[in-house]
């Protein structure tokens, strides 16, 4: 199994897109990258926990599911860097294989320590963009590809079907 773990901030902060939509609404841009890495995990197959930082928030832990992606909202005192530290601690195994997305070179450096694969926000980024494209030709190819019958049949017959279909003789 392979665990995405994401720096939530830190991502939107190197995404472009979304550094320009946190300066207006960042609720938004959460919302915004929550449904990219839904989209990351559905293609992909992979678990995907994304970590925003509640640092100065009153408050405690909060953990929500939305779009089959983990969400979580550190408690309070408690940085992102840190709880990401102790996912990795507690889900990385043998059978699992985990990976952190941060640009953060010392947290990268911290979790690669404890075994876990470091990818930049960027490389991240770069992903996620593959990905919709791949998606977008496959909805473009399955648009476009003519019905096949499970069972092979001759020109002339499926023509002759067809003009019973449309009523002719």
């Given at each position: 199994?392979?665990?995405?773990?994401?720096d939530?901030?830190?991502?939107?902060?190197?995404?472009?897109?979304?550094k320009?939509?946190?300066?207006?609404?960042?609720?938004q841009?959460?919302?915004?990258?929550?449904?990219?890495?839904?989209?990351?995990?559905?293609?992909?197959?992979n678990?995907?926990?994304?970590?925003?930082?509640?640092?100065?928030?009153?408050?405690?832990?909060?953990?929500?599911?939305?779009?089959?992606v983990?969400?979580?909202?550190?408690?309070?005192?408690e940085?992102?860097d840190?709880?990401?530290?102790?996912?990795?601690k507690?889900?990385?195994?043998?059978?699992?294989?985990?990976?952190?997305?941060?640009?953060?070179?010392?947290?990268?450096?911290?979790?690669?320590?404890?075994?876990?694969?470091?990818k930049?926000?960027?490389?991240?980024?770069?992903?996620?963009?593959?990905?919709?494209?791949n998606?977008?030709k496959?909805?473009?190819?399955q648009?476009?590809?003519?019905?096949?019958?499970?069972?092979?049949?001759?020109?002339?017959i499926?023509?002759?079907?067809?003009?019973?279909?449309r009523?002719?003789?």
């Amino acid at each position: 199994m392979i665990v995405l773990i994401v720096d939530g901030y830190n991502v939107i902060g190197a995404w472009p897109e979304l550094k320009a939509l946190r300066d207006r609404d960042l609720a938004q841009a959460r919302d915004l990258l929550v449904e990219k890495l839904a989209e990351y995990q559905a293609y992909t197959g992979n678990r995907v926990i994304v970590v925003f930082d509640a640092y100065n928030v009153q408050g405690i832990e909060k953990k929500v599911k939305s779009h089959r992606v983990e969400v979580i909202y550190t408690r309070e005192h408690e940085t992102a860097d840190e709880r990401i530290e102790k996912l990795v601690k507690e889900i990385k195994n043998i059978q699992t294989q985990v990976y952190v997305a941060t640009s953060d070179y010392t947290e990268q450096r911290t979790i690669f320590a404890q075994g876990a694969l470091r990818k930049s926000s960027r490389e991240l980024i770069t992903e996620i963009g593959n990905i919709e494209q791949n998606i977008e030709k496959d909805v473009k190819k399955q648009n476009t590809m003519k019905t096949q019958t499970k069972i092979p049949i001759k020109k002339e017959i499926l023509d002759v079907f067809e003009k019973w279909r449309r009523g002719e003789k």
